[in-house]
Nanobody, 124 residues
Framework: QVQLGESGGGLVQTGDSLRLSCVAS????????VAWFRQAPGKERQFVAG????????YYADSVKGRFTISRDNAKNTVYLQMSGLKPEDTAVYYC?????????????????WGQGTQVTVSS
């Protein structure tokens, strides 16, 4: 079992960058695939990016490909989401989620553990 906590959100302007962090508890973090999701007001939760257990495989939503980079440091029990070229449509609460699998899944309902979320607001 893991507990997840996100940080790094904030209010930025169009074109700015932010790095989100997802820190996990537990000694088996390296056996979990981790994904970032986001949810804007009135919209469904949306897959953003995922990374497998060793960090050798990543997958991105088309809307963020080329702008966002997901990475992980298993020694620090942390997954990062580096976001650049931010746009107003990136405004949302960003959540990290984990599942004990080596497969990156894009459906939110398969993930077992979730953080509390961090707000990202991009002004135009």
């Amino acid at each position: 079992q893991v507990q997840l906590g996100e940080s790094g959100g904030g209010l930025v302007q169009t074109g700015d960058s932010l790095r989100l962090s997802c820190v996990a508890s537990g000694r088996t973090f390296g056996t979990y695939t981790v994904a970032w999701f986001r949810q804007a007001p009135g919209k469904e939760r949306q897959f953003v990016a995922g990374i497998n257990t060793a960090g050798r495989s990543t997958y991105y939503a088309d809307s963020v490909k080329g702008r966002f980079t997901i990475s992980r440091d298993n020694a620090k029990n942390t997954v990062y989401l580096q976001m650049s070229g931010l746009k107003p449509e990136d405004t949302a609460v960003y959540y990290c989620a984990a599942k004990r699998t080596d497969l990156i899944r894009t459906h939110s309902n398969v993930y077992d553990y979730w953080g509390q979320g961090t707000q990202v607001t991009v002004s135009s």
